[in-house]
């Protein structure tokens, strides 16, 4: 392939502005928010999950609780009406008093029973409501962190996309420049091996870092100015300047 040694030359540029356009994009797939907002994200869901269990523990202690001391007010209730009922001395046999009184003494004690178990449950319940404030503090500080980090993500994003297309844009014009083959060519070694063309500078091709043999600079320096030659070892375009060595 023939091309003018300027049009070649203008490869090298092409080549630097798509290593930036390649830098930038590897720059915004690998953000260090990228990773953070993943971890926030997986705890986040943890705590949510957590949260809801805290919240149906408490939820059910609460129902726990208003049972029992539901409980105790109809012992209670019980115990007051037979007192009430030994009280108004309606009761005169000797028999049914001994079994009224030993019933009072019995609800007494089952109340006393019962009042043990809702501050048992009230004990448990108010364990159970500080772990679910505690968790909910716990997910809103993840929930701002992560909200942080995706704001930080967000403004490393328009700064990369800005530099990106203000490099795209350059690297258009500089496309532009470019005979339509040597194009298609360099394009093609790119999507190949990454980077399509390479200077050679002081006898080593700047692709591969491979030094040349005397005799393929020997041959570099007779072919014509505008043949379009390739580095044998790594196959991009080599691209000869002032600073070639030959």
Do not use: W
Not at 71 to 76: F, L, S, Y
Not at 153 to 163: M, N, P
Not at 178 to 192: G, N, S
């Amino acid at each position: 392939m023939k091309a003018a040694p300027e049009s070649q030359k203008r490869l090298l540029d092409l080549a630097e502005l798509d290593s930036v356009i390649d830098r930038l994009a590897h720059r915004r797939r690998t953000l260090p928010e990228l990773a953070e907002i993943d971890e926030l994200a997986k705890r986040l869901a943890r705590l949510a999950t957590q949260v809801i269990e805290a919240e149906t523990e408490a939820g059910d202690l609460a129902r726990e609780q208003t049972k029992a001391e539901s409980d105790v007010d109809t012992v209670r209730a019980r115990a007051e009406r037979d007192q009430k009922r030994l009280d108004s001395g309606a009761v005169t046999s000797p028999r049914d008093l001994a079994s009224l009184q030993s019933e009072i003494g019995s609800l007494q004690r089952r109340q006393g029973d019962l009042e043990e178990v809702v501050l048992e449950i009230m004990e448990r319940r108010e364990a159970a409501d500080t772990k679910v404030r505690d968790l909910v503090a716990q997910r809103d500080e993840v929930a701002s962190a992560r909200a942080a980090a995706e704001d930080r993500r967000d403004a490393a994003f328009a700064e990369i996309d800005k530099e990106a297309a203000d490099t795209q844009g350059r690297r258009t014009a500089v496309a532009a420049e470019i005979p339509a083959d040597l194009l298609a060519l360099y394009t093609k070694l790119k999507d190949q091996y990454a980077v399509g063309a390479a200077m050679l500078r002081h006898g080593r091709c700047q692709g591969c870092k491979v030094a040349l043999s005397i005799a393929e600079m020997n041959a570099i320096k007779a072919a014509p100015h505008d043949e379009v030659l390739r580095c044998e070892e790594c196959r991009r375009i080599l691209v000869r300047t002032a600073e070639s060595g030959l």
